[in-house]
């Protein structure tokens, strides 16, 4: 009996220094910016919107002469099929940048506005228009559908708007409710569309190198992978049941130590 006991007892803490152990996580896997110095003189707070095919895009045109800016600020309604009449209330017509990067404009037609800053395409539109339709125009370019998708190992992970269009990877991990303890922070990967061709970086929220990285500041439909770490990876392997199983190994252990005292 007393032998029995010994080796429960035994067994029982191996149990629990190999629970204890392997539940360890080090504070330097999971604290961001511990590691290396931040390089003042390569970080930029500049950030320059580029138009891309598939960007919805709303255009606001303004001058002194209301009458004559009204066909480049169209409506968009909704029409009813049986009434034939306008359903709820006009709003100002969006414009879809296609595969080649261009949008029909009213008037003016065909524009391409793919791969240039706001700043270029309000200068490549204001010499459409000025002198010969409007004197003066003050134009406005922003993206409709700006968003973001953050995916993996976080705690709310979807796609998200971003109505002002500048964000930066650490805010775009704080909206999906940052990453699960188990979220790997050393090799973050952001996919975006360069060139027609979809590029990868990778990012270390462990290091202050984050600030100088290229994705610091995401583009629209830019999307943040986040990797589960290895413990999380094979966990997932395992059994459904494998976390009851274990709940009652435990149970027993407990009961049988309790017996054989």
Known sequence: MIKSKIKTQDFFRVFLF???????????????????????????????????PDDLLQITITAQDTEAVKPFNLAAVTYSTTSNSAIGVAQQQNYLVDNKGEIDFPVIGKLKLGGLSRDNAIKLLKNKLEPDFLKKPNINIRIANYKISVLGDVGKPGSYTIPNERITIIEAIALAGDLNISGQRNNILVQ?????????????????????????????NDVVYVEPNYAASQSASYNQNTGLFISIGSILISLITILTR
Do not use: A, H
Not at 22 to 50: A, L
Not at 197 to 209: A, E, F, I, M, T
């Open 192 to 220: 975006r569309e360069e060139d027609g061709k979809k590029v990868q970086y990778r990012v270390n929220l462990l290091s202050n190198k984050i600030n100088i990285s290229p994705v610091y500041y995401l583009q629209q």
């Open 18 to 52: 190999i629970f204890f152990f392997t539940s360890c996580v080090s504070k330097k896997d999971i604290v961001y910016f511990q590691n290396d110095k931040i390089d003042q003189s390569k970080v930029s707070n500049s950030y320059e919107t580029i138009i891309k």
